[in-house]
């Protein structure tokens, strides 16, 4: 589930980056520029609060009367009805449409809202027919693709106009937890709980071009760049990563990560650079590829675990955190000839810590990843162990007859 999202929009004559960071019950989309080498990462407008279910975007610092009274309800723990209709619309993924024109949403409910980026109103929105876990535009923009908790995706066509009846592309027998596309736009991926990654073909998908076998736990997350068209990355689980030729399935090289907590978010920028964080972890691992195999180069400590990563177009990275006091911070891309991403200040942090009390309930509803282990299927082990049982009942019962 994807609470960070990162992409240059268009504003007038020129495009300039914009971060969207996934709350609760809003988005807080935060304009910004950095500049490529140095630690300069500074807003260059106000920040805005999107109202994802009930109105159109305001400022960070406005408050509606109906916004007053709901965060009075959720102080007072009053108002059963509006913190369960709240509930539903608990954010659970964002994506930017590829020309950065269009920005969907989809909570944990079964809403999806899409907003145009150049005066962030709703420009459509829907209910879908099962619970979305996480969507995705096509790589050309054409197509808005949803998929839910039961395994299948749809396609919904936005060309001249969403339709809300969407197209089902492909399923899987079992929970999809994220999927991508590859950048020429003929390949879908997708992952599941299963400990499978699926290469299908685009937009027939009934036609699978290969699977991806490698991991031996559930596969949480996918990455893809423009520096290794052909790979593909993935986590997982066991706390490993790999690196797939994904047209044949192929394992090109498997990161073992030292903690063998699950991946819980990864990040690829367009220089070829992986960003890795596991699961209840506070470390950011900076990863890259050499030759045909994946190192981790550095390890960054932040504060608070981390949820969720994004690489900005300058290269910079950015890291959601459970941190209350600091919940996004910003990873300086590293200067020529060194190696290090520091940690850097800016003039984001007001907006910032602005909009740490609307992220607070979105960083501590994340997915439990411990509920997607599975019990092995060993049926003679535990066949051994009832007959074990029963002779040692019977041996007892002979004993108390005696």
Not at 269 to 284: C, L, M, P
Request: proline share 3%; glycine share 8%; aromatic share 6%.
């Amino acid at each position: 589930m994807a609470a960070l999202v990162i992409c240059a929009v268009p504003a007038g004559d020129q495009c300039s980056e914009v971060a969207v960071i996934v709350g609760k019950h809003h988005a807080v989309v935060l304009p910004f520029a950095s500049t490529p080498g140095t630690d300069a990462v500074d807003r260059t407008a106000d920040a805005v609060r999107l109202a994802l279910f009930e109105g159109e975007a305001k400022p960070t610092g406005v408050q509606t009367t109906a916004s007053a009274s709901n965060d009075k309800a959720d102080e007072n723990g009053e108002e059963g009805a509006a913190d369960e209709s709240r509930s539903r619309h608990t954010v659970a993924s964002a994506t930017f449409s590829c020309n950065g024109q269009l920005l969907a949403v989809c909570g944990d409910g079964r809403h999806v809202t899409v907003f145009c980026t150049q005066s962030w109103t709703k420009v459509h929105q829907w209910a879908a027919k099962r619970r979305v876990c996480t969507l995705r535009f096509s790589s050309r923009g054409e197509d808005l693709l949803l998929a839910d908790k039961t395994g299948d995706v749809y396609r919904f066509q936005c060309r001249d106009g969403f339709t809300e009846t969407g197209e089902l592309i492909l399923g899987h027998i079992s929970v999809l937890l994220d999927f991508g596309m590859s950048l020429d736009n003929r390949h879908i991926f997708t992952c599941d709980r299963d400990d499978k990654l699926r290469v299908s073909r685009y937009p027939n998908a009934y036609n699978i071009e290969a699977f991806c076998l490698g991991h031996t736990q559930f596969v949480t997350c996918l990455a893809t760049t423009s520096k290794f068209p052909d790979s593909l990355f993935s986590g997982a689980g066991d706390g490993s990563v790999i690196m797939w030729q994904y047209r044949s399935g192929s394992l090109l090289s498997k990161l073992e990560l030292s903690e063998k907590q699950p991946v819980c978010a990864l990040a690829a920028s367009s220089a070829g650079t992986v960003a890795i964080a596991q699961e209840k972890s506070s470390k950011v691992h900076i990863a890259s590829v050499e030759g045909d195999c994946l190192r981790v180069q550095q390890s960054v400590a932040v504060r608070g675990a981390v949820v969720s990563v994004a690489f900005s177009r300058s290269g910079d990275l950015w890291v959601i955190t459970t941190d209350p006091q600091q919940p996004v911070q910003i990873l300086s891309v590293p200067l020529q000839g060194k190696a290090e991403y520091p940690v850097v200040q800016s003039l984001l942090q007001q907006s910032l810590a602005e909009s740490a009390p609307l992220l607070e309930g979105r960083l501590h509803s994340r997915l439990d990843m411990a509920m997607l282990d599975k019990d092995p299927m060993d049926g003679m082990h535990r066949y051994f162990e009832r007959k074990q049982e029963r002779l040692q009942g019977g041996s007892t019962a002979a004993v108390a007859a005696k």
